[in-house]
C-alpha cells in the first residue's frame, strides 16, 4: 500500500472513532451526516470525500472490528496451546476490544436493521467467520475431552452473548477494572464448558 493510500486509511479510521461516539450518543437514524461533520470540525463535503453516506461510515466501523477480530482469532487458532487457554485469551481479547473500542463496538449490533443487502451480506460472511472459529476450538475442546459433550453452537451463543452484552453496562468509572471482568467472565464463561 503506497504512503498516500496508508494515510487516507488513516485519517479514515481517525474520522470513523470520532464518528462513532456521535452516533452512539444519537443514534444511527437520530444522526445525519452534518451533525457528524460539525463534530469532527470538517465539511459535510469533506466527510463525503471518504465515505458515501451514514450506511457507509456504519459499514467501515464493522468493517474496522471485524478485521481486528478475525486477525487475533486466527493468531488465537494458530497457537498451541490448549483449547481451554484459547478460549480464555479470545474471551479476554473480547472483552478488551468492547471497552477499548467502546464506541465504535456499540454500533455493530443487529446490522440487519442499517444496512442495504449488499453491506449486510459481506459483514453476515464476517461475523458468521469469528463464528466458527469460536465453533472450532470448542468443538477441538470437546473432542479432546477438555470440554463437556456440550452443544457447540449454544455454547458459543452464550459466550458470545456474555460477551457482547458488556457494551449495554460496561462503565469506565465503574468499580470494576477491564482485567477484573475478564477474569471473572473468564471464570464463569468456561464452567459452561467444564
Known amino acids: 500500500m503506497s504512503l498516500h493510500k496508508q494515510k487516507v486509511e488513516m485519517k479514515k479510521k481517525e474520522i470513523i472513532r470520532s464518528a462513532a461516539k456521535t452516533l452512539q450518543e444519537k443514534g444511527f437514524h437520530g444522526t ?4 457528524i461533520a460539525a463534530q ?3 465539511t459535510k463535503g ?3 470525500h471518504y465515505f458515501k453516506n ?3 461510515l456504519l459499514y467501515h466501523c464493522h468493517k474496522i472490528i471485524l ?3 478475525i486477525k487475533k482469532i486466527e493468531e488465537i487458532l494458530e497457537t498451541e496451546q490448549s483449547n481451554t487457554n484459547k478460549i480464555e485469551a479470545i474471551i479476554r481479547f473480547h472483552i478488551n476490544l468492547a471497552i477499548e473500542e467502546n464506541a465504535m463496538f456499540g454500533l455493530i449490533d443487529n446490522p440487519e436493521h442499517t444496512f442495504s443487502k449488499e453491506n ?6 464476517r461475523r458468521s467467520y469469528y463464528s466458527r472459529c469460536i465453533d472450532k476450538v470448542i468443538e477441538q475442546g470437546v473432542e479432546n475431552g477438555e470440554f463437556r459433550n456440550i452443544d457447540i453452537k449454544m455454547s458459543r451463543f452464550i459466550i458470545l452473548g456474555s460477551l457482547n452484552w458488556i457494551q449495554q453496562w460496561y462503565n469506565p468509572q465503574g468499580n470494576r477494572s477491564p482485567e477484573e471482568i475478564s477474569e471473572y467472565f473468564v471464570n464463569k464463561l468456561l464452567q459452561t464448558l467444564k
Request: hydrophobic letters at 35%; glycine letters at 0%; aromatic letters at 10%.
Open 67 to 69: 478485521e481486528i477480530s
Open 40 to 42: 469532527l470540525l470538517m
Open 46 to 48: 469533506s466527510l463525503y
Open 32 to 35: 445525519t451526516m452534518e451533525e
Open 54 to 56: 451514514k450506511e457507509d
Open 120 to 125: 449486510f451480506e459481506k459483514i453476515r460472511k
